[in-house]
Nanobody, 114 residues
Framework: QVQLVESGGGLVQAGGSLRLSCAASGSIRNYKNMGWYRQAPGKQREFVATITMTGFTTYLESVKGRFTISRDNAKNTVDLQMDNLEAEDTAVYYC????????WGQGTQVTVSS
């Protein structure tokens, strides 16, 4: 069972950038999908971005063109570059791995001030 640890969250002004990183305790090479989800106060957790074993990416419509997901199978990391951040992006961001079972990190807080 893989352990996922997120880092890189923080407070940023609207229009700014943050880079989230997810470090896995073991190899992520065989995980079908790696991704990022988020949960804002009072809302359900929602999908943000995923990347497959072959590098195919999918994004939440509202983050397309602003967020970029990447994975490094050699370093066992998955990053989320977030640019042009908006107040609506404020949430706890969770790293996710899927290989038939779901694995989650503990989350990292992102706060965007308007």
């Amino acid at each position: 069972q893989v352990q996922l640890v997120e880092s890189g969250g923080g407070l940023v002004q609207a229009g700014g950038s943050l880079r989230l990183s997810c470090a896995a305790s073991g190899s992520i090479r065989n995980y079908k999908n790696m991704g990022w989800y988020r949960q804002a106060p009072g809302k359900q957790r929602e999908f943000v971005a995923t990347i497959t074993m072959t590098g195919f990416t999918t994004y939440l419509e509202s983050v397309k063109g602003r967020f970029t997901i990447s994975r490094d199978n050699a370093k066992n990391t998955v990053d989320l570059q977030m640019d042009n951040l908006e107040a609506e992006d404020t949430a706890v961001y969770y790293c996710n791995a899927y290989d038939g079972e779901w694995y989650w990190g503990q989350g990292t807080q992102v706060t965007v001030s308007s």
